[in-house]
């Protein structure tokens, strides 16, 4: 089985940028589907930002679409999560999540294996 880990969070003004990685301890990620999700203290875990391998699609919650951006660089192993123009509302921990098949799925119990997830704060 693989096990996503997260790196990169940290303490961001507003319109900053910030690029979070996950990798897959144990095994590759291969052709698993691997989503970013969030939660803010207080809130439900919510979909951020999902990517396939098998042909490069992606998806985006409509808060992020157009500030932040899912990819993959295979030969390190990693999927990223590039945010752009963040806003203090982007404020959370921040997961990232692999589930065996190649749909793009934006619920939390379609995903199987999770990181322990990277704080992102975003102060104003």
């Known amino acids: 089985q693989v096990q996503p880990v997260e790196s990169g969070g940290g303490l961001v003004q507003a319109g900053g940028s910030l690029r979070l990685s996950c990798a897959a301890s144990?095994?590759?990620?291969?052709?698993?589907?691997v989503g970013w999700f969030r939660q803010a203290p207080g809130k439900e875990r919510e979909f951020v930002a999902a990517?396939?391998?098998?042909?490069?699609?992606?998806d985006y919650a409509d808060s992020v679409k157009g500030r932040f951006t899912i990819f993959r660089d295979n030969a390190k192993n990693l999927v990223y999560l590039q945010m752009n123009s963040l806003k203090p509302e982007d404020t959370a921990v921040y997961y990232c999540?692999?589930?065996?098949?190649?749909?793009?799925?934006?619920?939390?119990?379609?995903?199987?294996?999770w990181g322990q997830g990277t704080q992102v704060t975003v102060s104003s």
């Open positions: 999540a692999a589930r065996g098949g190649t749909q793009l799925r934006r619920t939390v119990s379609d995903y199987e294996y």
């Open positions: 144990g095994r590759t990620f291969g052709n698993y589907a």
């Open positions: 990517f396939r391998r098998i042909d490069g699609s992606t």
